[in-house]
């Protein structure tokens, strides 16, 4: 079947505009995770998502950063009045069930780069 | 909190070298641990995983043994190829932490020469 999937896979905005990305995870897998990969970072869990709840927010770096999850299925992050520092590759992945010994299957991403 | 180690890089071989790439984590629970790998202009993907100790986990040639009493999952590969060059990171997913999430060491960049 397809993989996780991620649209756009290239967004430049500039300085204080709203973005919103979304992932559309592997059917069935209920649970979905959203990474940043930076330069400067490396990889950086954001947040994670067990149906349609959020038990962990622990990663967004600002309340700026906000997602949801409808349906079980896609999600959107979105980014308010986005930063110069908000430059990045934002990663989707997601597992069957969430356990730790499960794969987590990553989407090809979106390069965000904020002007 | 969780963390993961592993040698920086560039490391760059010749076609056939033995590659070992070091990787050490820290975690409250028990974790499972993963090497990705992320080719030239595409996704990260799994390469191989192991969940508990003394596992081995393998793939294209790739070896990775969890070993608790060092707490290391050093990634090994006895002849490598050009088709090889990519960037490594070593993870972990740790039980009873809510969410799994994966924590990523920093990524080796490896280029083979022919």
């Known amino acids: 079947g397809a993989g996780v999937s991620q649209s756009p896979s290239n967004k430049v905005t500039e300085k204080g505009k709203d973005v919103e990305l979304r992932c559309d995870p592997i059917s069935g897998h209920t649970a979905l995770y959203w990474y940043r990969q930076s330069l400067g970072q490396g990889l950086e869990f954001l947040i994670y998502?067990?149906?349609?709840?959020?038990?962990?927010k622990s990663g967004l770096p600002s309340d700026r950063f906000s997602a949801e999850r409808t349906g079980g299925s896609v999600s959107t992050l979105t980014i308010q009045r986005t930063q110069q520092e908000d430059s990045a590759v934002y990663l989707c992945a997601s597992s069957l069930a969430g356990r730790a010994q499960e794969t987590q299957y990553f989407g090809p991403g979106t390069r965000l780069l904020v002007l | 909190g969780d963390s993961v180690t592993q040698m920086e890089g560039p490391v760059t071989l010749s076609e056939e070298a033995f590659l070992t790439i070091n990787c050490t984590y820290t975690a409250t629970g028990y974790p499972s641990l993963f090497w990705y790998v992320q080719y030239p202009g595409e996704g990260l993907q799994l390469l191989l995983k192991a969940t508990k100790a003394d596992d081995k986990g393998s793939n294209k040639g790739f070896e990775a043994t969890y070993r608790k009493e060092t707490t290391s999952f050093h990634l090994e590969k006895g002849s490598v190829q050009v088709s090889d060059s990519a960037v490594y990171f070593c993870a972990l997913s740790d039980r009873g932490g809510g969410s799994e999430k994966l924590v990523f060491g920093k990524g080796t960049k490896l280029t083979v020469n022919p």
């Open positions: 998502f067990q149906g349609n709840s959020a038990p962990d």
